[in-house]
């Protein structure tokens, strides 16, 4: 069974299209990269996925169910994290966490140490007590993914998590993302760093709503001939 | 449970944190408290009076003589002619004069219809609205002492008043006050005795009426204002996209925004209602219960109408827009500050929609009658079920809008 199993999915905005018939599979544990240009309909297709949107026509299977019928069980199962940073910038790192822990439903007991662990993990027990809002950047996306995997879903959206973040934190945080995979967790994650895009074990690169490419990073270059999946995107777009 | 508890612990630090929004609930209605009751104040203390006497009769003199007794009246003498009067009421000098014409006492005697010409500033329609009515109550006053001297003459007298406002008599425009002349038969005046007592405000006390408008504004503006800003301020931050990846239910949500401003607008009540005994002296004449009970209902129409607004609106300053133009249209209608009675009969009906004018209603009734249930009855089922249309509404369009 895949992941996740897009099969035609499609969003208009009135005339405008903004995903067009798009379908993949996902393997349970893959981080899977959506490439493409502002504006290629990457977010709108996270969104669909994730429950946030209903698709104009055609479906996908998330985690084994419906999006047209079961987000409920689908919310229950993903985490997600979006390109705008939205954990409460006026409540403590602490309170977050416990905050969405709570409606994930993680027992009073068990929430405690899990948060404990993952900020271990993220290096920032001292900041639990502090306000979101005066934390750095760089530390509040890797808080925010720590936070959307809090609750272990089996599938993580990710839309362009790293955008404004410097290539130190961009690379602890492509850690965390290792380290999830590596327990089973399903990633699907957008971007438009190219270097990035290397790190995933697929990736699929969208256009004006369609996706244009898929297959690794290797099969991509091989294909457009090229060394690097900034030349691949490159070439792409001249085509 | 335990979602909806994390939520209002949310909610609550978070008000808590934000000196703006703080400042808004607590300096805001202690201000409007202060000083609002002292500055929106109708008593009429003094009126200036003068008098153009075209009789000279004894009458006359006497009927003049008859303000002096009043300490409501200042008399600004007696004037030669209108342009006179006109000028003095022009530079504010006077608020009233009253003209007695020619033969006055003699059309008396001869039981002919007669009248004086009662002209009132009207640029303070309060003014001369009240001073009108008095001038009336002394002249009837001095009329049927004078019909019971003369019994059993049988006699009539009439009085007409205008008000005229200083800048319409420039341009002829007169403005006829509503003031019924009514004759007075001599065969029972002295029977009939005028006298006017205002039920429920006696000593005509404007603070009594102002400081509880006040107290509604208060839980209208924490009820509404304060919840039609916060939820498009998720919107705008984008905390709400987070929130709807959960598996948390709408309703939950909203429930664990509603109650914790409809805690903080219940506890801002009690403490109106404790400035409003200690300060202004105004002491809840009914039960209290009742009052907290229709406050709370009141409450959960407005929090669903702050949230209802902030649902269909994209950001921050569009819902600020609507709840000032709902806020205005609120107040002007529901008859905080303004008599209803008034109105005309198309503003009455859209009272109907306006759930301020059936609590200010149930304030009065409640606070100063001292009324009981029964009479509170209908404006408490009117606003449950408002509440129930507002808050269903509200949980409607927050769904469609997250779709």
């Known amino acids: 069974m895949f992941s996740i199993e897009a099969n035609q999915l499609t969003k208009q905005f009135g005339t405008f299209t903004a995903v067009d018939h798009i379908s993949f599979q996902v393997n349970e544990g893959e981080i899977f990269g959506f490439l493409g240009a502002n504006g290629a309909g990457k977010t709108t297709a996270i969104k669909m996925m994730s429950g946030l949107l209903l698709p104009t026509s055609g479906t996908a299977m998330i985690a ?8 409920k069980l689908i919310k229950r199962n993903i985490g997600y994290m979006s390109q705008k940073f939205s954990l409460y ?19 009073r007991k068990e929430l ?128 | 449970m335990r979602t909806i508890l994390i939520l209002i612990k949310k909610e609550f630090l978070q008000v808590f944190r934000n000196p703006l929004l703080l400042s808004i609930l607590v300096v805001a209605p202690l201000v409007e408290f202060m000083i609002f009751p002292f500055c929106a104040d109708y008593e009429i203390k003094v009126l200036n009076i003068a008098f153009i006497d075209n009789d000279r009769s004894q009458i006359s003199k ?80 001095y009329m049927q002492d004078f019909a019971a001297m003369h019994t059993p003459a049988n006699m009539q007298a009439a009085i007409s008043s205008a008000n005229e406002t200083a800048a319409q008599q420039k341009q002829g425009q007169r403005q006829a006050a509503a003031v019924p002349s009514a004759p007075i038969r001599t065969t029972n005046a002295a029977k009939v005795n005028i006298s006017n007592i205002y039920w429920y405000n006696e000593q005509m006390n404007y603070k009594n009426l102002i400081v509880p408008g006040i107290l509604v504004i208060l839980v209208t503006l924490i009820g509404c204002y304060v919840t039609a800003l916060n939820l498009v301020r998720e919107k705008e931050i984008g905390t709400i996209e987070q929130v709807n990846v959960t598996p948390i239910r709408k309703w939950q949500f909203l429930l664990g925004k509603m109650i914790p401003f409809w805690l903080l607008g219940m506890a801002e009540f009690g403490a109106g209602l404790i400035i409003m005994k200690f300060i202004f002296g105004i002491s809840v004449q009914g039960s209290l ?98 509440a129930v249309i507002i808050n269903t509404g509200a949980v409607v369009s927050y769904r469609e809008a997250s779709k």
């Open chain 1, 64 to 71: 084994g169910f419906d999006i047209r019928t079961q987000s």
């Open chain 1, 89 to 107: 910038g006026d409540l403590t790192v602490f309170e977050n966490m416990q905050l969405f822990g709570t409606i994930y439903k993680i027992p």
């Open chain 1, 112 to 239: 405690k140490d899990r948060i404990m662990n993952s900020l271990r993990e993220l290096d920032m027990e001292k900041q639990a007590d502090t306000l979101v809002d005066s934390i750095p950047l760089g530390w509040k996306q890797k808080l925010a993914f720590a936070t959307a995997i809090l609750h272990r879903p089996k599938i993580v959206f990710l839309d362009e998590p790293t955008s404004g973040v410097d290539p130190i934190v961009r690379r602890e945080f492509w850690k965390l993302i290792y380290l999830a995979a590596s327990k089973g967790v399903t990633i699907l994650v957008t971007t438009h760093y190219m270097d990035e895009a290397e790190y995933c074990n697929r990736i699929s690169i969208m256009s004006e709503g369609q996706i244009k490419l898929i297959g690794t990073p290797d099969e991509l270059k091989k294909k457009m001939e090229v060394n690097t999946i900034n030349d691949v995107f490159v070439k792409f777009v001249k085509r």
């Open chain 2, 62 to 141: 006497d009927i003049i003589h008859s303000f002096n007794s009043s300490e409501i009246f200042v008399s600004k003498g007696l004037l030669d002619n209108k342009e006179e009067a006109d000028e003095m009421m022009k530079h504010d000098q006077i608020d009233l004069l009253i003209e007695i014409p020619i033969n006055f006492e003699n059309n008396l005697y001869n039981n002919e219809n007669t009248q004086i010409a009662v002209t009132a500033n009207a640029i303070n329609s309060v003014k001369a609205g009240i001073g009108t009515g008095y001038v009336q109550e002394i002249i009837g006053g």
């Open chain 2, 289 to 386: 219960p009742l009052l907290l009970g229709i406050t709370a209902i009141y409450l959960f129409v407005m929090l669903g109408l702050g949230f209802f607004i902030s649902s269909v609106s994209e950001n921050q300053l569009q819902s600020m827009f609507i709840v000032l133009f709902l806020f205005i249209v609120f107040v002007l209608l529901s008859g905080v500050f303004t008599p209803t009675e008034g109105m005309p009969g198309w503003a009455h009906k859209i009272n109907y929609l306006n759930p301020m004018s059936f609590y200010i209603e149930v304030i009065k009734k409640i606070i100063l009658k001292g009324s009981a249930f029964e009479s509170v009855m209908t404006e408490t089922i009117v606003l449950s079920v408002m």
